[in-house]
């Protein structure tokens, strides 16, 4: 078992936002509020993942990259399900499936065979978030071309969409060199936690604006 002073202690910023957005939700939710579909549940585990489990993992291990995997590919499946769902009613949304299936098995391929459990595996990720982003650019040019105008003050996934595009702006050269800044993170180790901070932080205040903008 971790003390709670240990988890404290190896709180980051972006973390106490996750914490926050969550109890707000349930707030929200049991007042009638609306948001994300299972927006709840992927905050729990991901509140699991990130501030208890890559605790025990570095302490336990001496690493906490396996578990970084595992948080890589829960929120890349999430953000694929809530786009297919926006989309569902399109007709190339069966490509959003056909695409989803060839993501996993290339994600079994590479964690089975060409990623061991302490090497970050940045492809299925990259790629993952690469195929959301180009979910998120479909989203945003139908919200300007192709819609009728309407207000974005209560619609939680534009919320979402801008968190995860700063994220991904703020990441991707990590993302691409995560190599070499894990085998260089004892000399920038301030560096490389500053850049993945930055990211994180603006993918929770994403998730935090699309619990608090949710729908009546």
């Given at each position: 078992?971790?003390?709670?002073?240990?988890?404290?202690?190896?709180?980051?910023?972006?973390?106490?936002?996750?914490?926050?957005?969550?109890?707000?939700?349930?707030?929200?939710?049991?007042?009638?509020?609306?948001?994300?579909?299972?927006?709840s549940?992927?905050?729990?585990?991901?509140?699991?993942?990130?501030?208890?489990?890559?605790?025990?993992?570095?302490?336990?291990?001496?690493?906490?990259?396996?578990?970084?995997?595992?948080?890589?590919?829960?929120?890349?499946?999430y953000?694929?399900?809530?786009?297919?769902?926006?989309?569902?009613?399109?007709?190339?949304?069966?490509?959003?499936?056909?695409?989803?299936?060839?993501?996993?098995?290339?994600?079994?391929?590479?964690?089975?065979?060409?990623?061991?459990?302490?090497?970050?595996?940045?492809?299925?990720?990259?790629?993952?978030?690469?195929?959301?982003?180009?979910?998120?650019i479909?989203?945003?040019?139908?919200?300007?071309?192709?819609?009728s105008?309407?207000?974005?003050?209560?619609?939680?996934?534009?919320?979402?969409?801008?968190?995860?595009?700063?994220?991904?702006?703020?990441?991707?050269?990590?993302?691409?060199?995560?190599?070499?800044?894990?085998?260089?993170?004892?000399?920038?180790?301030?560096?490389?936690?500053?850049?993945?901070s930055?990211?994180?932080?603006?993918?929770?205040?994403g998730y935090?604006?699309?619990?608090?903008?949710?729908k009546?």
């Amino acid at each position: 078992m971790i003390s709670i002073n240990t988890i404290l202690d190896r709180l980051d910023l972006y973390d106490v936002i996750n914490i926050i957005s969550f109890i707000m939700l349930l707030i929200l939710m049991s007042r009638g509020r609306k948001s994300l579909p299972y927006l709840s549940v992927f905050l729990f585990m991901l509140i699991f993942l990130e501030v208890y489990l890559q605790v025990y993992w570095s302490i336990r291990f001496h690493y906490n990259i396996f578990v970084y995997n595992i948080i890589s590919k829960l929120t890349v499946m999430y953000y694929i399900f809530i786009y297919y769902l926006h989309f569902r009613h399109a007709e190339w949304s069966k490509w959003i499936l056909w695409i989803f299936g060839l993501w996993l098995i290339l994600c079994l391929y590479f964690n089975s065979f060409a990623v061991d459990t302490i090497h970050f595996d940045k492809i299925s990720y990259v790629s993952g978030l690469t195929f959301v982003t180009v979910l998120i650019i479909k989203y945003f040019y139908d919200i300007i071309y192709v819609q009728s105008y309407r207000n974005l003050k209560n619609d939680p996934l534009f919320y979402l969409s801008v968190g995860i595009l700063l994220f991904f702006a703020a990441n991707f050269p990590i993302l691409i060199f995560a190599d070499i800044f894990i085998n260089n993170i004892k000399r920038n180790s301030s560096l490389y936690s500053s850049l993945i901070s930055l990211g994180n932080i603006f993918l929770s205040l994403g998730y935090f604006s699309a619990v608090l903008c949710g729908k009546e």
